[in-house]
């Protein structure tokens, strides 16, 4: 867990501020509850053992989380980042974000327009005990006509199960008030029912060019972020 990473992006005027971190990534795992997968050898593994009187825990151990950034009224100070669980809940999704008809313009963000800022922010990785992966991280670039955000959940269970939830958020420069649109798509591919080999299995890039879609909407930021 990479508990002091963040990404703080605020708004000088207003001070409404998107925040980024592990914490809250994790609180959305917690929440969501979602069934444990299996792996591919458990029933072999299950055969082979006396597992009589054993007290079987479950939970997702995957630790797929729906979580897409969290909203505060002001920015947290450098003595809340410095210490994880600072940083307080945030603002419910339903006082902040709309769904919409309109969509992140990806023709603007694929013009080759010089990139003033970049970073990649890990948040959290866990290698699921050489049964896969699970990891989510966050990519921030600033173009001179936008900025872009994408936090990512990956995970692959080995034989079994891909899962990727992207969430885009993307607002551009000269409109005459802000708008930020945040998308969210999930998707899921059952490993055990079809053959996938090589790249995608390693690369959620190409492997998101493969995955059905189960989720897929737009949504626009609500508060007012004034002129």
């Keep these: 867990i990479h508990g002091h990473n963040a990404i703080v992006l605020t708004h000088e005027s207003t001070g409404k501020t998107l925040y980024i971190d592990a914490y809250h990534a994790l609180q959305g795992w917690l929440v969501e509850g979602a069934p444990p997968v299996v792996v591919a050898n ?4 299950q055969h082979s053992h006396d597992l009589e009187g054993v ?4 939970y997702d151990w995957t630790y797929s989380t729906s979580y897409h950034g969290t909203v505060l009224d002001t920015p947290p100070t450098m003595s809340s980042l410095n210490e994880v669980c600072e940083v307080g809940p945030g603002r419910a999704d339903a ?3 709309k769904p919409t008809e309109e ?3 990806r023709a603007s963000l694929s013009k080759p327009d010089p990139i003033l800022m970049f970073d990649e922010v890990d ?15 966050a990519k921030v670039r600033v173009m001179p006509t936008s900025w872009f955000v994408l936090l990512r ?4 269970v080995d034989g079994v199960l891909l899962r990727l939830r992207d969430t885009r958020i993307y607002c551009p420069f000269g409109a005459p008030s802000p708008t930020v649109l945040r998308e969210v798509c999930h998707q899921e591919l059952n490993l055990q029912d079809c053959k996938l080999e090589g790249e995608p299995l390693k690369n959620p890039d190409i492997a998101q060019q493969m995955i059905p879609s189960q989720k897929l909407y737009t949504e626009r930021f609500l508060v007012d972020l004034g002129p």
């Design 95 to 97: 006082e902040c974000w």
């Design 123 to 137: 948040l959290f990785e866990s290698e699921l005990d050489d049964n896969g992966i699970a990891r989510m991280y």
């Design 153 to 156: 959940f990956w995970l692959r």
């Design 103 to 105: 969509q992140i313009d």
């Design 42 to 45: 458990a029933k072999k593994w």
């Design 55 to 58: 007290q079987r825990i479950e």
